[in-house]
């Protein structure tokens, strides 16, 4: 059963709702796919009205703790948390101006060559065969659509990310390419990067290398650098002409 919550006391009573829901989430007392207790419910065991429990699951669905469902089978569901809501937080921090794709590519300097050399160090047939294959894809791309473009080429990073082992840079990998990705969309960018630019990163990673596959992807987040800051001047360029409608947070939304 469900531990039984403490009533609140509290000015902003939503927001310690918030974090006692959030504690019982991640402490496992409900499960993802499951269903909270009721509105009704929560107002009783919290001792609260019914608009806090609104605003506080309001709260834990935009930080990506539940989704909420309509109809008569509806409700607050537990979600399984995964890198999206980090991505897409990432994203609305850049679309609100907090981030910069300065700072994104001074940050991408020092943990994607680090990435890589984790990497290389953890190859096992699997990854090797989903690196092979992701790098083959990519060089088959020559006349694809911009979003096939950027996810050709991001599947790698995405890979090498997993591979590495530390779930900080994974995160932090595929929230830099979520903004990426918005960036190029918005430009409509003939092109993410030359083919074949991953080609030595992978190589090295395959060989076991990791100095090697340090310095490729060292060497490859700088010769993408000015593409990158290419891309974020035309971004703002555009952003200025078109309005606030291009700036708007995506609300975690899909990035």
């Given at each position: 059963?469900?531990?039984?919550?403490?009533?609140?006391?509290?000015?902003?009573?939503?927001?310690?709702?918030?974090?006692?829901?959030?504690?019982?989430?991640?402490?496992?007392?409900?499960?993802?796919?499951?269903?909270?207790?009721s509105e009704r419910e929560l107002a009783q065991q919290f001792q609260v009205g019914r608009i806090a429990i609104r605003e506080a699951l309001r709260s834990l669905g935009n930080s990506g703790f539940v989704a909420m469902r309509h109809g008569a089978a509806g409700g607050a569901f537990v979600t399984d948390l995964t890198f999206n809501y980090l991505a897409s937080a990432y994203v609305d921090l850049f679309l609100s101006d907090k981030i910069s794709i300065s700072e994104l590519y001074q940050a991408r300097l020092h943990v994607e060559p680090e990435i890589a050399r984790l990497a290389a160090q953890r190859v096992t047939p699997e990854y090797a065969e989903l690196l092979t294959r992701a790098l083959e894809a990519e060089e088959r791309q020559a006349h694809a659509s911009l979003p096939e473009d950027i996810d050709s080429k991001q599947t790698v990073?995405?890979?090498?990310?997993?591979?590495?082992?530390?779930?900080?840079?994974?995160?932090?990998?595929?929230?830099?390419?979520?903004?990426?990705?918005?960036?190029?969309?918005?430009?409509?960018?003939?092109?993410?990067?030359?083919?074949?630019?991953?080609?030595?990163?992978?190589?090295?990673?395959?060989?076991?290398?990791?100095?090697?596959?340090?310095?490729?992807?060292?060497?490859?987040?700088?010769?993408?650098?000015?593409?990158?800051?290419?891309?974020?001047?035309?971004?703002?360029?555009?952003?200025?002409?078109?309005?606030p409608a291009l700036s708007r947070p995506s609300q975690h939304n899909k990035a």
């Open positions: 059963m469900p531990r039984q919550f403490k009533p609140v006391r509290q000015l902003r009573i939503w927001e310690e709702v918030v974090e006692q829901l959030k504690d019982s989430i991640l402490s496992g007392d409900f499960r993802p796919g499951e269903k909270l207790p990073h995405f890979i090498l990310a997993e591979m590495c082992g530390n779930r900080f840079f994974e995160g932090f990998a595929r929230s830099m390419m979520a903004v990426l990705r918005k960036v190029a969309m918005a430009v409509e960018a003939d092109y993410i990067h030359p083919e074949g630019a991953h080609r030595p990163i992978v190589e090295a990673v395959l060989a076991k290398d990791p100095d090697g596959a340090q310095e490729a992807m060292r060497r490859h987040t700088v010769e993408f650098g000015e593409a990158l800051l290419r891309m974020d001047k035309e971004y703002r360029e555009k952003a200025r002409r078109d309005g």
